[in-house]
Nanobody
Framework: QVQLVESGGGLVQAGGSLRLSCAAS????????MNWYRQAPEKERELVAR????????NYADSVKGRFSISRDNAKNTVFLQMNSLKPEDTAVYYC?????????????WGQGTQVTVSS
């Protein structure tokens, strides 16, 4: 049974930091690229950060570059999102996503989300 369980969300003041974690189970974690998405109320879900399966490449949305950092520990089947200098506009539900292609088949798994609220 595939599971992605996010943790670490909460309420923080602007300028503060949070570290999100996503613990994976039920699939071969090291073969999957891992992504963090977020969705604010009445907005579309957007990609925040991604990391390749071995962790060699990371990409970020322009809105979080220089403030957020994604990393992974393949030995512990966990991906992290370190969020610094948080702004009220970072308020959203943050989702962990695992994605891999096998030929034409897409394997795409999602966590339940964790709320991040940044107060001004």
């Amino acid at each position: 049974q595939v599971q992605l369980v996010e943790s670490g969300g909460g309420l923080v003041q602007a300028g503060g930091s949070l570290r999100l974690s996503c613990a994976a189970s039920g699939f071969t974690f090291s073969r999957y690229a891992m992504n963090w998405y977020r969705q604010a109320p009445e907005k579309e879900r957007e990609l925040v950060a991604r990391i390749t399966s071995a962790g060699g490449t990371t990409n970020y949305a322009d809105s979080v570059k220089g403030r957020f950092s994604i990393s992974r520990d393949n030995a512990k089947n966990t991906v992290f999102l370190q969020m610094n200098s948080l702004k009220p506009e970072d308020t959203a539900v943050y989702y962990c996503n695992a994605r891999s292609w096998a030929g034409r088949d897409l394997y795409d798994y999602w966590g339940q989300g964790t709320q991040v609220t940044v107060s001004s």
